[in-house]
């Protein structure tokens, strides 16, 4: 028992070697908030997909762009425009003159990072397109289905939904993405450093990892060990969201599952083998907040969501169960 303790532990050391170094890269070019950074990095190790939100301006693509940089994967993206069709992101079938036959188009889906550009600027009928993609990692073209590569991750995002010409994104896609990232305007110091920094000419990601690389950190994320006190911890949040008055819709069993993935994520990148308690509230806001469908009355205020899952981690305890003797 001790000689696979010490592996795991060997293992948990040299994944977050790896994810400092992919921090530090993207850090040389985005200067901002290091929490941002973390969670997209928490999303990459727990398989799943994050949302930017933020008026524009204040560096999303360039965290986006600088973050698919650093990890050494294959990256497309989409800018997404009210005109924009579903064919024009999974690809079609093109007709060949000389053979009489057709060919199968790949549309941008197929890699491993996707950037989703304004991904709220295009209507519902192209947003869907998406779907399938995120949850199954696949596409269907013309009654075809085909795999995605993996690993495969989709990165988007979006300006509030006030701003003229944005579709608000349907509750189903909101609830594909794992973690939502919330950019605001940087501090007094960060605008400086950055002004500094891309004075000449603006700095340039460099690739730190190689697809196996994240294939390897996704697993060791997978291996991190859950005790079952936890799972009821997780449940109990959720469950916290779906009574609450303010709350017509609350967290799925989904959004339980992305909590749970999201805390050995975050053990990762703690350098832990194991989740606390700590790991899940820290994970609970970025993973549940925006899965919320609140009452008419309470959607007005933008800050709801935060503090509905605030109030859910200040009330909910944590209680470790009696363990035999």
Do not use: C, W
Not at 241 to 253: F, I
């Amino acid at each position: 028992m001790n000689q696979v303790q010490a592996v795991a532990v060997d293992e948990i050391s040299a994944a977050k070697e790896r994810i400092e170094a992919v921090r530090r890269e993207i850090t040389r070019v985005y200067i901002g908030s290091s929490r941002a950074i973390d969670l997209m990095l928490t999303a990459l190790l727990a398989q799943g997909h994050v949302l930017l939100e933020g008026v524009p301006g204040v560096a999303k693509t360039t965290l986006v762009k600088a973050f698919a940089a650093a990890l050494g994967a294959s990256v497309r993206r989409i800018q997404f425009t009210p005109d924009l069709l579903p064919a024009d992101i999974t690809g079609t079938y093109v007709l060949s003159p000389k053979e009489g036959t057709f060919t199968l188009r790949p549309g941008p889906i197929f890699a491993n990072l996707v950037l989703a550009d304004e991904i709220n600027r295009a209507p519902a009928k192209t947003q869907s397109a998406l779907l399938e993609a995120m949850q199954e990692r696949q596409v269907t073209i013309e009654g075809d289905r085909f795999e995605l590569p993996s690993p495969f991750m989709v990165l988007a995002t979006q300006n509030p939904i006030d701003l003229e010409g944005t579709y608000p994104l349907p509750e189903a896609q909101i609830d594909r993405f794992l973690i939502r990232v919330s950019l605001g305007y940087p501090q007094h110091k960060d605008e400086v450093a950055m002004l500094r920094a891309h004075n000449v000419e603006a700095p340039r990601a460099r690739a730190t990892l190689s697809v196996q690389d994240l294939l390897m950190l996704q697993g060791v994320a997978r291996r991190i060990h859950v005790e079952d006190d936890l799972y009821e911890y997780a449940v109990n949040l959720t469950a916290f969201t779906r009574t609450h008055p303010r709350v017509l819709l609350g967290a799925s069993p989904r959004a339980t599952l992305a909590l749970v993935q999201a805390a050995k994520a975050a053990a990762v990148i703690g350098g832990r083998p194991f989740v606390t308690p700590d790991d899940v509230r820290g994970m609970a806001q970025a993973t549940l907040a925006h899965r919320l469908v609140l009452v008419p009355e309470a959607d007005v205020d933008p800050k709801a969501r935060d503090t509905i899952v605030d109030e859910a981690v200040q009330r909910v305890g944590y209680r470790r169960a009696a363990r035999p003797a």
